[in-house]
């Protein structure tokens, strides 16, 4: 009888256990929790969608008790967010009276699954605008926990231009991880920053993602438009429009100038960025051997009075060109470019050979 009942009791024991385990790979929500001294009752917390700065907020919440909270949502698949902290609510008068150094703010990044994630910190204080630091940790995401890893490989937070080959070397350790893919589909935005070489290992080895069936199907089409643009390919023909209206191609101009470097500036009248950097470009213009070096620019405008009036603002002294709407469709979907400004360097024989970070790289490639 002892027998029979120690057998039930370990059936029980075991179903529980497969009940648990299949509630939690079944779960569709989070939950964001943590004790942190310091956290005051009013303080909201919210959760943004970092990946995409246009969505709506992921769950926001109140603390209603002293030092803990409780922040729940879901998302459709793991996401990289932003969770904020704010005391507004605290110091409405202080504010309204124009007194505004004690508004406090906190923007940590996390990436979120649908899973239960604890935060340790040991003070409100001590929150971090990095996923992870000595003093602060949040457990519970192996999503979460991946990404700590990949930004402390990188260095920053941002992911901006990180070495290709350290990354190559996480995703050989992480085949399948949802940050594997996120990380590949950020390599894969702008075209030419890729070797052909590169692009293979990379395909060679993110074969699956599980957890982001989305991420992985998205990598699958990056991928295949960067074949055409790696390092050392043709320039993809872009339609463009000269100053006096006449249709031409991308690819006929770069022919044109075969037999120097070719530096192709894509910008906008709207984009600060790209004019203040005008008058570097110009620097590179006026100083360089104009028999092994030329500039262009590809003007990303749609309004052709903006686009007119930037260039004689502007006084740029080289050859300008404008995309056709059928030209813009293919820079931002066939480069996979995000914004402007964005740079190629193209070779004495018409190969691209680079996407630049900016004019001061320029100048440093063309150095060598």
């Known amino acids: 009888m002892r027998k029979i009942l120690s057998l039930?009791?370990?059936?029980?024991?075991?179903?529980?256990?497969?009940?648990?385990?299949?509630e939690e790979a079944e779960r569709q929500t989070f939950?964001?929790?943590?004790?942190?001294?310091?956290?005051?009752?009013?303080?909201?917390?919210g959760l943004l969608n970092a990946e995409d700065k246009n969505a709506d907020e992921i769950a926001k919440?109140?603390?209603?008790?002293?030092?803990?909270?409780?922040?729940?949502?879901?998302?459709?698949?793991?996401?990289?967010?932003?969770?904020?902290?704010?005391?507004?609510?605290?110091?409405?008068?202080?504010?309204?009276?124009?007194?505004?150094?004690?508004?406090?703010?906190t923007y940590t990044p996390v990436f979120v699954d649908n899973s239960d994630m604890e935060i340790q910190v040991e003070s409100y204080d001590l929150m971090p605008d990095?996923?992870?630091?000595?003093?602060?940790?949040?457990?519970?995401?192996?999503?979460?926990?991946?990404?700590?890893?990949?930004v402390a490989l990188c260095g920053n937070v941002e992911f901006e231009r990180p070495s290709v080959e350290v990354v190559l070397q996480y995703f050989v350790a992480h085949p399948t991880s949802v940050?594997?893919?996120y990380a590949a589909n950020k390599l894969l935005t702008n075209a030419y920053n890729l070797t052909a070489e590169q692009l293979h290992r990379m395909q060679q080895t993110l074969t699956e993602c599980p957890a982001d069936t989305a991420r992985f199907q998205q990598?699958?089409?990056?991928?295949?438009?960067?074949?055409?643009?790696?390092?050392?390919?043709?320039?993809?023909?872009?339609?463009?429009?000269t100053t006096d209206g006449t249709r031409c191609q991308l690819a006929d101009i770069v022919k044109t100038n075969q037999g120097k470097t070719l530096l192709i500036d894509f910008w906008a009248s709207w984009c600060g960025i790209c004019r203040m950097s005008t008058p570097d470009i110009k620097n590179l213009y006026d100083t360089l051997d104009r028999t092994r070096f030329e500039v262009i620019s590809v003007s990303c405008d749609e309004d052709d009075a903006a686009w007119r009036k930037a260039?004689?603002?502007?006084?740029?002294?080289?050859?300008?060109?404008?995309l056709t709407s059928e030209g813009y469709k293919s820079f931002f979907t066939q480069y996979q470019v995000i914004g402007v400004p964005y740079y190629l360097l193209v070779n004495s024989q018409g190969?691209?050979?680079a996407n630049p970070s900016g004019v001061e790289a320029v100048t440093g490639m063309l150095a060598k």
Request: hydrophobic share 40%; aromatic share 8%.
């Open 8 to 22: 039930y009791t370990l059936m029980v024991c075991c179903l529980i256990f497969l009940s648990a385990c299949k």
């Open 31 to 45: 939950c964001i929790h943590g004790t942190i001294p310091g956290l005051a009752a009013g303080v909201e917390i």
């Open 61 to 105: 919440t109140t603390v209603q008790k002293a030092g803990e909270f409780w922040l729940e949502g879901k998302v459709e698949h793991p996401t990289l967010c932003t969770l904020t902290t704010n005391n507004l609510s605290l110091i409405e008068e202080e504010v309204a009276a124009g007194n505004t150094q004690g508004i406090k703010w």
């Open 130 to 150: 990095a996923p992870e630091s000595a003093d602060f940790h949040i457990v519970g995401s192996p999503s979460h926990h991946d990404y700590c890893e990949l």
């Open 179 to 181: 940050v594997s893919f």
């Open 219 to 241: 990598f699958v089409e990056r991928a295949q438009l960067a074949e055409k643009t790696t390092v050392g390919s043709p320039i993809v023909d872009l339609d463009l429009v």
């Open 311 to 322: 260039m004689q603002d502007d006084q740029m002294p080289w050859a300008q060109y404008c």
């Open 351 to 353: 190969k691209v050979i």
